[in-house]
């Protein structure tokens, strides 16, 4: 039986705040089949990011079903959910979450060392999702020697580098210019083209016409679905932003969303980043921000994300934001 990469069934989502309850999602029902290029489109607070969290994974229904090529997520322990991210869902960011003082190629790398991949095979492999995105000659390029566009494409990299069964985006144009969100797009659907499932998240009527379906949220609600004729980029277009220089001198530029800021900013101007911290702090933030380990600031052992204390020596894991930590909970 042929089931759908994504189906989603009365799918709900209540907040608690306080006294009150904010219902961001109201009784979700779609089903995206293979091979199929949707936009979320919605205003800012419609629930379009609640229910790319649900569909990622990432995220827990209050109540409804998730399904990803018919295996109900709900069945699921942390480590086969774990393991259904990695395999079969790749997350593009509006912000790229890049690890700043990675090259490309090791940012593209880091879903492959938790998939058991040897690190010969990760990198040929790594190297092979860069040549998709038309970044081929800039494997050893850090995030802060890329343009916008640049970084982004390295994003959709590491989201498809593990070959999923679908890729979400949440608002991938976000932050970048016109057309160097057009150049993404058109990766996109080019990947649409090889086969690929593609789900975006918009705000924006323009972004959402690149795919071949809309989906309209509003108020928690699908108020819309329809097919649409999907504006083209062509590969001319997407081979040239591969080969655009890098930001201008004298930028600032932010490690998060890419924004070039003055020289002399503290935290960036778009997203509020710090600017000025070390190079470990701001690593331990981003990896924070993906989902990925952290290693402990005194023995080095590898905990979860947002873990209070070391697994291995009971050190304090928030000193790892700290440039020089220091104590810490001991054994």
């Known amino acids: 039986m042929d089931y759908p990469v994504l189906q989603l069934a009365g799918v709900t989502k209540v907040y608690t705040m306080g006294e009150s309850q904010v219902h961001a999602l109201k009784g979700i029902d779609m089903e995206i089949a293979e091979g199929e290029m949707v936009s979320v489109m919605g205003p800012s607070g419609c629930g379009k990011s609640t229910m790319l969290q649900i569909a990622g994974c990432l995220d827990k229904p209050t109540s409804g079903t998730v399904r990803i090529s018919?295996?109900?997520?709900?069945?699921?322990?942390?480590?086969?959910?774990?393991?259904?991210r990695n395999k079969h869902i790749g997350i593009i960011f509006q912000t790229f979450n890049l690890l700043p003082h990675e090259d490309a190629l090791n940012n593209v790398n880091v879903p492959l060392q938790y998939s058991g991949m040897s690190k010969k095979e990760g990198k040929e492999a790594?190297?092979?999702?860069?040549?998709?995105?038309?970044?081929?000659?800039?494997l050893h390029h850090k995030p802060n020697e890329l343009s916008g566009g640049q970084r982004q494409r390295v994003a959709i990299a590491r989201a498809i580098v593990n070959q999923p069964a679908i890729v979400l985006a949440d608002e991938p144009t976000g932050a970048l210019d016109q057309s160097s969100g057009r150049e993404v797009m058109g990766i996109l659907q080019r990947l649409n083209a090889q086969g690929r499932t593609i789900v975006v998240v918009t705000h924006d009527k323009d972004v959402a016409n690149y795919s071949g379906r809309i989906v309209e949220l509003r108020d928690g609600r699908i108020v819309g679905d329809r097919a649409v004729r999907s504006?083209?980029?062509?590969?001319?277009?997407?081979d040239a932003g591969g080969?655009?220089?890098p930001p201008a001198a004298g930028q600032k530029i932010c490690v998060r969303c890419g924004f070039g800021n003055r020289p002399r900013a503290g935290f960036c101007a778009n997203c509020g980043f710090p600017l000025e911290v070390a190079p470990r702090i701001s690593d331990t933030i981003?990896?924070?921000?993906?989902?990925?380990?952290?290693?402990?600031?005194?023995?080095?052992?590898?905990?979860?994300p947002f873990a209070r204390y070391c697994i291995s020596c009971g050190g304090a894991m928030d000193d790892a934001l700290k440039a020089r930590p220091v104590g810490g909970m001991r054994p």
């Open 231 to 238: 504006k083209v980029v062509t590969s001319a277009e997407i």
């Open 286 to 304: 981003i990896r924070r921000m993906v989902g990925l380990e952290v290693d402990c600031p005194y023995c080095g052992t590898p905990n979860r």
């Open 126 to 138: 790594s190297a092979r999702a860069l040549q998709a995105v038309s970044l081929g000659d800039r």
């Open 243 to 245: 080969r655009a220089g």
């Open 70 to 84: 018919g295996t109900s997520a709900g069945d699921l322990d942390d480590k086969q959910l774990a393991r259904i």
